[in-house]
């Protein structure tokens, strides 16, 4: 089992780009979600889904889109890339919502 | 809204010292969960706490769910450099909604 993958693990985009975060679990984990971590916020929950179809906001929504087609798939799309939005990524999955959760190895983004 | 707040937000200790972060809720919780973070790593999962007043031991580390639910804590006993990293508490409300603690990194000086 690979777990909870994420890429890329790096990048640099320029405001007002757009671009799509991949993660993919393969433990067959219903529940999914995205957080960001910043330095001195611990990790802030962007969107979540508890299943194929179902998507649902978090704590830090906007400027980010969400689709979750498949069991294993979980894309976070940032709409329109904001300095702001400068932070490491980080998608979960665990096998019910009350579950510990796995984390990937995280994507780190830099808004210029 | 909800707030898990952690202290303390930076912690050094000399190898073979205790060590304690705190973690503290302005409401009730249902569960409390505690995770570790290495230095560029992610946050891998340690333990789950559910029942007030709950202890739960794994090796040298301690954990504590508080008697009202709204606050844990986690105790190592005489540190090792292995123990580097960043300790986050992640407390769930009533509404299953799990929010982070802002962490306390652990720095070991051999």
């Known amino acids: 089992n690979a777990g909870v993958t994420q890429t890329p693990k790096f990048q640099v985009l320029k405001t007002g780009q757009s671009m799509t975060l991949q993660c993919a679990q393969d433990?067959?984990?219903?529940?999914m979600s995205w957080y960001r971590q910043d330095p001195g916020m611990g990790l802030r929950l962007i969107h979540y889904?508890?299943?194929?179809?179902?998507?649902d906001q978090g704590e830090v929504p906007n400027g980010y889109n969400v689709s979750r087609s498949t069991t294993e798939d979980f894309p976070l799309r940032l709409l329109s890339a904001a300095p702001s939005q400068t932070s490491v990524y980080f998608c979960a999955s665990s096998s019910g919502s009350l579950d510990e959760q796995y984390f990937g190895p995280g994507t780190r983004l830099t808004v210029t | 809204g909800q707030q898990v707040m952690q202290i303390p937000q930076y912690q050094h200790v000399q190898e073979g010292e205790d060590f304690t972060t705190y973690c503290n809720s302005s409401t009730t919780l249902s569960n409390i969960q505690w995770y570790k973070q290495r230095p560029g790593g992610h946050p891998v999962f340690l333990i789950q706490l559910v029942k007030s007043g709950e202890v739960k031991k794994q090796k040298r580390l301690t954990f504590q769910f508080g008697e009202a639910k709204k606050n844990s804590s986690l105790h190592i006993t005489a540190t090792q450099t292995t123990d580097v990293g960043t300790y986050f508490c992640?407390?769930?409300?009533?509404?299953?909604?799990?929010?982070f603690g802002t962490g306390t990194r652990l720095t070991v000086i051999p």
């Open positions: 889904s508890v299943g194929a179809g179902i998507t």
């Open positions: 992640a407390g769930r409300d009533g509404a299953n909604n799990l929010f």
């Open positions: 433990m067959n984990h219903e529940y």
